[in-house]
């Protein structure tokens, strides 16, 4: 089993639509967790970090369950520019600070006209 | 601010070549890394540093080699090329003020081993 899952996609949306992200993570003493952003052929850019509590960043909303061990994205009224791949990114404890981090396989979002 | 550069973009190479995948960062960062990217795999640690002088091995380590003498510097070798290597790798960065939880990638190489 992968550490870090995501439904692959694509996700096909029309402009203005709200879309949700789910993933989920096998290690449950896992430390912190990420979206990141990766356009076609480009490096991945940080989106936002998730919390316990869920954070609102704009049109993105990041939720984490730690019980059930899933972490959501929320975007609401899509743009065109928002067409890219988002990955789930998970800390494990025993990283510590040495920047090592889990990746999902990504999730790919296509917004039409 | 130039970030994290790689080099090369592309690189085709021959089975039982080697090759160095060069990576610089001007952020002062304690943390580097290398990655590799596949469909369906998502990007998969390869060796990583937590600073001048100290390595240790990712999740998919065989066929590679790294050092870090300088903070700035941190080059990928492969030392037999394989057609298994063929891959998107991504070196990244990230700082001890950060927790290491924020990387700053490079642009990528596209390797291909014929």
């Known amino acids: 089993r992968k550490e870090v899952e995501q439904d692959p996609g694509p996700f096909n949306v029309p402009e203005g639509a709200t879309v949700a992200f789910n993933c989920t993570y096998s290690n449950s003493a896992s430390q912190s967790f990420f979206w990141y952003r990766q356009d076609c052929r480009k490096e991945p850019k940080l989106l936002m970090s998730v919390y316990s509590s869920g954070n609102e960043d704009g049109r993105f909303t990041a939720q984490l369950n730690r019980a059930s061990q899933y972490i959501s994205l929320l975007i609401r009224d899509s743009k065109l520019s928002d067409s890219a791949t988002y990955l789930c990114?998970?800390?494990?404890?025993?990283?510590?600070?040495?920047?090592?981090?889990?990746f999902g396989q990504g999730t790919t979002l296509q917004v039409k006209p | 601010n130039a970030g994290v550069t790689q080099t090369p973009k592309f690189q085709v190479l021959k089975t039982g070549q080697s090759m160095t995948l060069q990576c610089a960062q001007d952020m002062n960062h304690e943390y580097m890394s290398w990655y590799r990217q596949d469909p369906g795999m998502g990007l998969r640690l390869i060796h990583y540093?937590?600073?001048?002088?100290?390595?240790d091995q990712g999740e998919v380590p065989n066929g590679y080699n790294v050092s870090r003498s300088t903070t700035e510097d941190f080059p990928l070798r492969l030392l037999s090329a394989a057609p298994s290597q063929t891959s998107v790798y991504f070196c990244a960065s990230s700082s001890l003020r950060d927790r290491g939880e924020k990387l700053f990638f490079g642009s990528g190489t596209q390797l291909s081993v014929l």
């Open positions: 540093s937590v600073g001048a002088g100290i390595t």
């Open positions: 990114v998970v800390k494990p404890i025993l990283s510590g600070n040495t920047g090592k981090l889990i």
